[in-house]
């Protein structure tokens, strides 16, 4: 990127980052808070939801250090262990990148920041940030190791995932079965103790597999199967050939399997000489066959290099116009990419359940893939304030400014968009016969999608998320959306603003949507933090935990039983 591009960029940033944000308070103690409601009698197990929740560093009131972007906020992994007997919860929370915190309060930071750009850096000091952020990622000779680190010193803060495979040569024959991971949308995963929620190790996708698995940048959502236990991802290889990994680690953390390394689009018509874009990728699509990657036309600007060169991966990242999302088919049963079929550019943070069948009429494979959609990325500059304050309130007494484009994004900050994605399905067939791939929009303003997991790979009629509300875009309503008649039941309760619904079913439940709906959710107006417990099937609210005089942003959770089974993990 250009100096003049990177002002540019910089200068819109530092505009946007001019709200305090507020810090979580940390509950390193468990308590142990009433319910109101009830608890159903089944539904006994924990809940981890995990999201940025330290902004303001350093102590306790002089702030030495402001993290001014909603998502860079140091992570906090929460734990609610729902108790039906008692008909309490058991809470307790914790910062998991201390190190990182003393790292940026002493100034000595190189961290990649999501949208946050360090105010201070400017002159030399940039450009030495600048050339150590490069020499750490792309010019050291000699990897560091970085199980030898403190494990609190990244931040690694987008999903949690309890049970997920351990490398092998760093699993510990006497350590405790119940293992919780956490990720992000970069290569660096985080072991914590599921209790205490102290971090306890660093590692990388390499250590599963030093040979083939390389890159920056993967997504923060696996996929899995459960029937053959294994777990899907990608990592994306910035470099002097752009090219994605696709892998699966078999459920003991052994065996890897590459099952293909893309580096060029294969279009039905035998075309391979398009190179692929280095698309941002949170995550992608499984079925009983086929992974399908999703290759957006949101990438990362001079193959990475501009994310290095700003430190931000907002500023590093560009809208290529005119061009088509690709979906990337790749095959289960024989590894490599089938076919790249081209479809109307969308990009998407999320995806929720996908699965493949055969056309009886052509004897075609269909893959059919649903998400939420974006069709441009303009949504990008207005995430800086995720969750934490109204938004009729910010853009009220801020001087006007007029709307730029900037690399293929459109920033608009006095109309910045007030729906969330579209809730969309793409449908894909290809051979001999027809190649296409086709969209419906089921219903818009859909964010954070849940489903029952029993439904996973297969089709379902339910999905469950979260709506921005009409009168207060900023503020999430709960919504539950019947697939197939495109109807949506919402409950939009005076004053909450929902996180990710989590669905956990009845034991014997007689229908699909048969359970509960765990979402932590804060009153904005109330400045409070609840755990609330709905009826998934009418979205009713059956019991309610007042967890605190705070509020919190968590991006997403999981559910294990008490014995911790999956029950929905993300
Ligand atoms: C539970 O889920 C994780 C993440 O999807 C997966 O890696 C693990 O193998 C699953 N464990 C079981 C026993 O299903
Ligand atoms: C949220 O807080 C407001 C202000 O105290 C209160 O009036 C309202 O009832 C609360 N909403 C819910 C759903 O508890
Ligand atoms: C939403 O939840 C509240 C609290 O339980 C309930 O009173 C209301 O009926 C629910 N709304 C809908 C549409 O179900
Ligand atoms: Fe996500």
């Not at 003991?252 to 399997?257: D, L, N, S």
């Not at 007029?402 to 994004?409: A, K, N, V």
Request: overall charge negative; hydrophobic content about 35%; some cysteine.
């Amino acid at each position: 990127m250009g100096v003049l591009d990177y002002l540019r960029a910089s200068s819109i940033v530092h505009s946007i980052q001019q709200y305090d944000l507020v810090n979580t308070p940390e509950f390193q103690k468990p308590v142990w808070l009433p319910v109101s409601g009830t608890i159903p009698p089944w539904l006994n197990g924990i809940l981890y939801r995990i999201g940025p929740a330290k902004y303001n560093l350093g102590d306790q009131n002089g702030k030495q250090y402001m993290i001014r972007h909603a998502f860079d906020g140091l992570p906090f992994i929460h734990r609610f262990e729902l108790c039906s007997k008692q008909q309490k919860v058991r809470y307790n929370s914790r910062l998991t990148a201390e190190a990182v915190e003393k790292t940026l309060v002493s100034g000595n930071s190189n961290n990649i920041f999501f949208g946050h750009m360090p105010d201070e850096e400017q002159g030399w000091g940039r450009f030495a940030k600048t050339i150590q952020r490069l020499d750490s990622t792309l010019f050291r000779a000699t990897p560091q190791d970085v199980t030898l680190l403190d494990p609190s010193s990244r931040a690694v803060g987008v999903t949690v995932t309890p049970n997920y495979p351990l490398p092998k040569a760093l699993q510990k024959a006497d350590s405790n079965d119940r293992v919780l991971v956490a990720k992000s949308d970069y290569n660096m995963l985080q072991q914590v103790n599921e209790d205490t929620l102290e971090p306890q190790l660093l590692f990388e996708y390499n250590h599963y597999d030093k040979k083939n698995l390389h890159g920056i940048p993967t997504a923060a959502h696996h996929q899995y199967d459960a029937e053959t236990g294994e777990t899907f991802n990608v990592l994306v290889n910035f470099g002097r050939v752009s090219k994605m990994t696709i892998f699966a680690l078999d459920h003991t953390g052994t065996q890897t399997r590459v099952l293909a390394e893309i580096t060029h689009r294969k279009l039905a018509n035998g075309d391979t000489s398009e190179p692929i874009l280095l698309s941002y990728i949170h995550s992608f699509w499984l079925t009983k066959h086929y992974v399908i990657i999703p290759e957006s036309p949101l990438h990362y600007g001079n193959r990475g290099l501009d994310v290095l060169m700003s430190g931000t991966i907002v500023t590093g990242l560009a809208w290529k116009k005119n061009t088509p999302t690709y979906l990337h088919i790749i095959s289960r049963d024989t590894g490599g990419l089938l076919v790249s079929l081209p479809t109307d550019p969308f990009f998407t943070f999320h995806t929720a359940n996908a699965w493949d069948t055969i056309d009886d009429k052509t004897g075609q494979p269909v893959i059919h893939l649903d998400c939420c959609a974006f069709d441009s990325a303009d949504f990008l500059y207005k995430l800086y304030n995720l969750g934490q304050r109204d938004a009729t309130e910010s853009t009220k007494d801020k001087k006007k400014t007029t709307p730029i484009e900037y690399r293929g994004i459109t920033i608009d900050e006095n109309n910045m968009p007030t729906s969330h994605a579209d809730l969309r399905r793409y449908s894909v067939t290809w051979g001999d016969k027809e190649n296409k791939a086709t969209s419906t929009t089921i219903t818009p303003n859909v964010e954070f999608p849940r489903f029952s997991q029993a439904y996973t790979l297969k089709p379902y009629q339910f999905l469950w998320g979260c709506q921005a509300s009409e009168d207060d875009p900023s503020r999430s309503v709960l919504c539950k959306v019947d697939l197939d008649t495109g109807h949506v039941t919402r409950n939009t309760s005076k004053g909450y603003s929902f996180s990710e619904p989590i669905f956990a079913p009845r034991p014997d439940a007689t229908s699909e949507d048969d359970g509960v709906l765990l979402s932590f959710v804060n009153n904005v107006s109330d400045h409070r933090c609840l755990l609330v417990i709905v009826d998934a099937s009418t979205l009713e609210e059956i019991a309610t935990c007042d967890v605190g005089d705070f509020t919190a942003t968590t991006f997403h959770g999981s559910f294990v039983s008490d014995k911790f089974e999956n029950i929905s993990v993300n």
